[in-house]
């Protein structure tokens, strides 16, 4: 499921939470896999790339929880999973956009 959400500069805690699919939503089986989450944007130009707590890897469920260092920047943010099989076996998962606003 693809996450659209808006939150505030420096906010921490927000959670970013995914099920990972294939083109036929069949579950990815992150068995043994390294995830991560890349958000690239903002104002400048920022890219991060951040590793996923794995929930349950047969469904395909992870999640990562937003720091106020990963909320720095205001602007728009696309979203992409990283899922590291190992060797040179890699797939992506475009996971939808994040909005970061200044505060008040």
Partial sequence: MAVSKHIKKNDVG??????????????????????????????????????????SAVAGTCHYILTAEDTSVPGDYSIEVNIDYGGSEFTTVTQGDLRIVDTL
């Fill in 14 to 55: 927000n959670q970013l939470s995914f099920t990972l699919t294939d083109q036929d939503d069949v579950a990815l089986n992150l068995t043994g896999a390294t995830v991560k989450v890349i958000l690239a944007g903002g104002y400048t130009y920022t890219k991060l790339e951040r590793t996923c707590v794995i929930d």
